[in-house]
Nanobody, 125 residues
Framework: QVQLVESGGGSVQAGGSLRLSCAASSRTFSSLVMGWFRQAPGKEREFVGLISWTGGSTSYADSVKGRFTISRDNAKNTLYLQMNSLKPEDTAVYYC??????????????????WGQGTQVTVSS
């Protein structure tokens, strides 16, 4: 079992930046495909991006492509989400998540095995 704990959320003005971190409790982290999802009030939880276990491959939702960057440090069991050029529509609770690799990358939330408790990001205009 892997426990995930997010940090780094907060309030920022539009155009600003935030960096989220996700600390994992187990070295299993280094073998997991990791990702970020977000959920705005009254909306479904949506995929933001994912990163391979080596960090060599990433994939992003179109809504954040070019503004958000996912990275990881396997030596520290930590996942990051660098968010730049933030917009009010980025306001949401952001969740760190991990999946065991099953031959290909899955982007739907049902295929992720571990979830953090979430951290709030609020972007004001």
């Amino acid at each position: 079992q892997v426990q995930l704990v997010e940090s780094g959320g907060g309030s920022v003005q539009a155009g600003g930046s935030l960096r989220l971190s996700c600390a994992a409790s187990s070295r299993t982290f280094s073998s997991l495909v990791m990702g970020w999802f977000r959920q705005a009030p009254g909306k479904e939880r949506e995929f933001v991006g994912l990163i391979s276990w080596t960090g060599g491959s990433t994939s992003y939702a179109d809504s954040v492509k070019g503004r958000f960057t996912i990275s990881r440090d396997n030596a520290k069991n930590t996942l990051y989400l660098q968010m730049n050029s933030l917009k009010p529509e980025d306001t949401a609770v952001y969740y760190c998540t991990g999946q065991h690799y099953r031959g290909k990358y899955y982007f739907d939330r049902a295929n992720f095995d571990y979830w953090g408790q979430g951290t709030q990001v609020t972007v004001s205009s």
